[in-house]
């Protein structure tokens, strides 16, 4: 038998979360195999499996969930799905930095619920692991209850939260006798689950299968073809859908929920076992993405969004209504008046956004204006100025514990805010700030700024084109942090990003750091599309997803290597960090 230490990783808001740790037993060791248990269980659940695998020259590593096995927390509860998808970014990050396995010697093997967490961790971080496994993924639990999900949601709405128990038994579950017997016996199995995570669940899911042409990943799905607990049919959409150009799907008949803990699961875990060697036996080369604004599903989306509807369709009828009716709320509304006037993609409606404060013609105005700022995308902005604004204070403590100076430009700064105020409410304070923008008037409110913050002495705006090699080139070097924000994702060619990136790179010192960007998905693509106007001459707003492997790339080619990554609760807006190579 291997031998386990039991361990524990801190997590971003500082909880300890608790996990097994089974060494390698080879004198060539390849990677690592991570596991991730199913929904109410633990990772005592998935101890059978580094033996059962028989992959000696791989050590395991299986984390007990927020909230479940012996992690601390209300059993069942995580404050977000967001919060516990960034929970295995940090266990990931712990395994890589404490153990030394880079994310392309690691495999991941999840079931149900850890499959759905690792799905959206592939999708919205862009991890650069070797291969998954995905177990019965929960894309969608079986609900029994007639409405029972939008009851739910209105109890939920109505009363705040509460847990709902499993419905389900053991015996259901798996036919292996001993498993449903410890199943019964386990003390560190709870039942219940926070209500705000089983219909985040629903949610968050629907989205990775409808977008899943965006996990590059080399997947392999496991289906139990007699599953009590989650339906089939999105799990075949998921894979049907997946961009990887490795994949792989095999339906196991008769197989109850606990596909990898079935009385027959040395068929599942043959399979599993021979999917991994295959995939370490190849060299961990993914799919180019820097050509994806020619030959990419985004590249075909936006082109649709670009064609005009027929014109007497209902579709047409129903988006001209719509534009008629913020032509008129643009009377009461200061934000939806001034997108009007200066785009709102502009840098002058991202500083209101930023301000969040309500203004119109009396009440009636201030009460549209405050349902404008509310909207999904403008609560997600601002969440991504915070990230900004987070990550930025992580740039500068790197950069001070190095006892490296801190230089910061912005080459498309819009009045320069988020810097600012990052700035302004950080310990460390900047040697230099350098903002640029390629708008006269975004360059007089930036400069309004800085002097109402009083540091002229260290902040200076200037004109200054972002895509232009020869305003790149006029850049002072030994700049240390750079930052891009809202910029790239109005662009959708990439060879204006790359121009862009390399100008931006030979500013910055080798060990200094990027800020970037992006935004790969998008739950209002079609409204901004035909109702709303860019900065550019009142043209349409039609923006190309950016996958956030796509981005990553860019920048990678550019020469910067990606650190760490922050993401919004809906998956709208990235905000990552890259280091310059040396």
Not at 524 to 539: C, D, K, N, P, Y
Request: proline share 4%; aromatic share 10%.
């Amino acid at each position: 038998m291997r031998e386990v230490f039991e361990k524990r990783f801190t997590t971003h808001d500082g909880t300890e979360l608790f996990y097994r740790y089974w060494p390698s037993t080879s004198l060539a060791p390849k990677g690592a195999i991570l596991l991730f248990h199913r929904g109410h269980e633990h990772s005592g659940r998935m101890a059978h499996l580094p033996e059962e695998l028989r992959v000696p020259e791989f050590a395991f590593y299986a984390w007990d969930a927020r909230g479940h096995g012996r992690s601390p927390g209300v059993r069942g509860f995580s404050p977000s799905i967001g919060t516990s998808v960034r929970d295995l970014d940090d266990f990931v990050s712990h395994v890589e930095s404490v153990y030394g396995i880079p994310q392309e010697s690691m495999a991941i093997v999840a079931q149900s619920v850890g499959a759905v967490l690792v799905s959206i961790w592939a999708h919205d971080f862009a991890p650069r692991i070797r291969c998954m496994t995905l177990a019965s993924p929960a894309f969608k639990v079986k609900l029994y209850i007639p409405l029972a999900r939008l009851g739910l949601k209105m109890r939920f709405a109505w009363s705040g939260l509460f847990f709902v128990n499993s419905y389900v038994k053991p015996q259901f579950l798996t036919h292996d006798p001993e498993r449903i017997a410890s199943y019964k016996s386990d003390s560190l199995i709870s039942r219940p689950i926070a209500v705000n995570i089983l219909l985040a669940l629903y949610s968050a899911a629907q989205r990775i299968v409808d977008d899943a042409r965006a996990i590059i990943v080399p997947t392999q799905l496991l289906i139990s073809g007699a599953d009590w607990v989650v339906h089939h049919a999105p799990q075949h959409r998921f894979y049907e859908r997946l961009g990887s150009p490795y994949k792989e799907r095999h339906v196991l008949h008769g197989f109850y929920h606990d596909t990898l803990g079935e009385r027959d699961r040395a068929q599942a875990i043959s399979i599993v076992r021979q999917f991994i060697i295959d995939r370490f036996s190849e060299p961990a080369n993914g799919r180019s993405l820097l050509e994806a604004h020619r030959l990419g599903y985004t590249r075909d989306e936006t082109d649709l969004l670009r064609s005009p509807l027929p014109r007497f369709s209902l579709r047409n009828f129903n988006w001209a209504a719509a534009r008629f009716a913020l032509r008129l709320t643009g009377y009461l509304s200061k934000g939806v008046a001034l997108g009007h006037q200066t785009g709102f993609d502009s840098g002058s409606t991202l500083d209101y956004v930023y301000l969040n404060q309500p203004q119109g013609r009396g009440a009636l105005g201030r009460f549209i204006d405050r349902q404008y700022l509310n909207t999904i995308g403008w609560r997600g902005i601002r969440q991504r100025k915070s990230h900004i604004e987070e990550v930025l204070q992580l740039a500068i403590r790197r950069l001070q514990a190095n006892e490296q100076p801190v230089r910061i430009v912005d080459i498309a700064a819009g009045h320069g805010r988020y810097v600012i105020e990052a700035v302004e409410g950080g310990k460390v304070k900047p040697d230099s700030i350098l903002l640029r923008d390629y708008s006269d008037l975004n360059v007089a409110a930036g400069k309004r700024l800085i002097a109402d913050k009083g540091l002229i002495g260290i902040a200076h705006f200037e004109k200054g084109d972002a895509f232009d090699k020869h305003s790149l080139a006029t850049i002072p070097s030994q700049q240390t942090i750079g930052i891009v924000s809202g910029l790239y994702e109005l662009f959708a060619d990439n060879s204006m990003v790359l121009r862009s990136l390399g100008g931006l790179a030979k500013a910055i010192l080798p060990g200094g750091f990027l800020v970037y960007t992006n935004q790969p998905w998008h739950p209002q693509l079609e409204f901004i599309a035909r109702v709303l106007t860019s900065h550019r001459q009142g043209q349409a707003w039609v923006m190309r997803r950016r996958t956030q492997a796509e981005m990553d790339q860019l920048v990678e080619h550019a020469g910067f290597h990606k650190v760490t990554q922050r993401i919004d609760e809906w998956g709208i807006f990235t905000v990552s960090i890259a280091q310059r190579a040396s």
